[in-house]
């Protein structure tokens, strides 16, 4: 329950940082799309305004010149000459004295300048800056503003305008569009925060819930082998007068436990370290052959002393680096394993050699064999196929887990194959 509640509220919070990532993200590239659209929109009608302007005054670095008027040359001028440079026919020039009367009304057009540019004011506060404006507060222009002279001193400045309608059309469409969309996002966003958040969760529950069962099952493991030693040691007091050799059977069975309690805790300690990020392993060169033989000569001995048939079959003269402390213990436990789970006259074969790039070791064994629905669970923490005879054996179910963590940390691989009655083969490939 109070699991529950911490989950859910770490989801919250996975949850309201996808969403604050999607926003920020999703008002970056509005914006810049928006500056964008804006920008490429009204690039060429500022650039016609400017371009008029310099024709207009005297900073005319691109020798740019006015459209020619009848009686500037004194002949006819052809009418290709003359639009040479006349500006684009959307462009509206107004001239103004200085007192704010526009001075070419003749120019602009009779009816567009009763209709419109009656009330329409010179408005000096942006000066040589392209600006926007609404005409009858319906039309809209883009213009650029400037100080002017002519010949009479009538003129005081020049306004060029260009109006935008169209442009402005595309930006509205183009807003509305955006809030439109920007509300879709936003449904989206939320649910794929929340569908994302739950993906984050997934895993974080999964481990969650495996240390707890790691932590239980460790306990309940833990306390098996203390209560035994505690109830023989109580036993024990209860008869002080007694020798030891008539309790004997209460020592050994204490020691055993003691024993197996010891081989818990360091097997505890190494899956602790395991899940902790440090790296636990020292290489070094190790001759695979000789290194197997090494370790498995002990085994020979055990095996034989348990009327099994033990064979070594080393055809791997390769070096390889490797941890030679978790090596030795990857063997030990399978050899161990076999040892476990086979009776008399069963045979447990060590075999290597070389694949491809990969040194392989393989550990069978004509034993009890693993049932084929269990062989999924074998590498799991704690998991023993049939806890009773375990029990007897030694065996607390975290063998292969370690083994599994110590080829992992070499980036190797181990496959089990295994039929029931038949027995088990543990292959492990090494890089070379
Ligand atoms: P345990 O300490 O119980 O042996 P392991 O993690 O080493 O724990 O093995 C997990 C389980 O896999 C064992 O309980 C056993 O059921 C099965 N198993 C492992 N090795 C063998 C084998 N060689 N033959 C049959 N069963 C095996």
Redesign the pocket.
């Known amino acids: 329950m109070f699991n529950k509640l911490i989950f859910k509220k770490q989801q919250l919070k996975f949850m309201i940082f996808n969403l604050i990532a999607f926003t920020v993200i999703f008002t970056i590239f509005s914006i810049i799309i928006f500056g964008q659209v804006q920008n490429t929109l009204f690039s060429k009608t500022d650039e016609e305004l400017l371009s008029f302007q310099e024709m207009m005054t005297d900073n005319n670095p691109k020798g740019l010149r006015l459209p020619l008027k009848d009686g500037d040359l004194d002949r006819p001028i052809p009418n290709d000459e003359r639009r040479k440079n006349a500006p684009n026919p959307r462009m509206i020039v107004i001239h103004w004295d200085n007192a704010g009367n526009i001075r070419n009304e003749n120019e602009i057009g009779t009816l567009f300048y009763e209709n419109y540019l009656t009330d329409y004011k010179l408005d000096k506060t942006t000066m040589d800056k392209i600006t926007m404006t609404k005409i009858s507060e319906l039309y809209h222009f883009r213009y650029i503003l400037f100080e002017d002279h002519n010949d009479e001193d009538e003129i005081a400045y020049t306004q060029l305008m260009i109006n935008v309608d169209a442009e402005q059309t595309i930006i509205s469409n183009f807003e509305k569009l955006f809030i439109i969309w920007s509300v879709i996002f936003i449904v989206l966003s939320i649910s794929a925060s929340f569908i994302l958040s739950k993906k984050m969760m997934k895993p974080i529950i999964h481990s969650w819930n495996k240390q707890a069962e790691f932590v239980e099952n460790a306990s309940h493991e833990l306390r098996t082998p203390l209560t035994i030693i505690q109830n023989k040691l109580e036993l024990l007091l209860t008869a002080p007068q007694e020798r030891i050799s008539d309790r004997f059977e209460n020592i050994a069975l204490s020691l055993s436990e003691t024993r197996r309690l010891s081989k818990l805790t360091s097997d505890l300690l190494t899956l602790a370290r395991a899940d902790s990020a440090e790296t636990q392993i020292m290489k070094q060169s190790i001759h695979i052959d000789t290194f197997i033989r090494s370790v498995c000569t002990p085994y020979k001995e055990i095996a034989e002393s348990q009327d099994k048939h033990f064979s070594l079959n080393c055809q791997s003269p390769f070096t390889i680096e490797a941890d030679e402390t978790r090596l030795h213990q990857l063997i030990v436990?399978?050899v161990?394993?076999?040892l476990?789970?086979?009776s008399e006259n069963d045979s447990i074969r060590v075999k290597t050699y070389g694949e491809d790039q990969k040194v392989v070791i393989e550990?069978s064994?004509t034993?009890?064999?693993?049932k084929e629905e269990?062989i999924q669970y074998?590498?799991d923490r704690f998991?023993?196929?049939?806890k009773a005879?375990?029990r007897e054996?030694?065996?607390?179910?975290?063998?292969?887990?370690?083994?599994q963590w110590i080829v992992s940390m070499h980036n190797g691989t181990i496959h089990?194959i295994?039929n029931q009655n038949k027995?088990?083969t543990?292959i492990v490939k090494l890089q070379k």
């Open positions: 436990i399978l161990d394993n076999a476990k789970y086979t550990v064994d034993g009890i064999g693993i269990n074998i590498f998991y023993r196929e049939d005879r375990t054996t030694g065996g607390m179910g975290l063998g292969l887990s370690i083994a089990v295994s027995g088990t543990f």
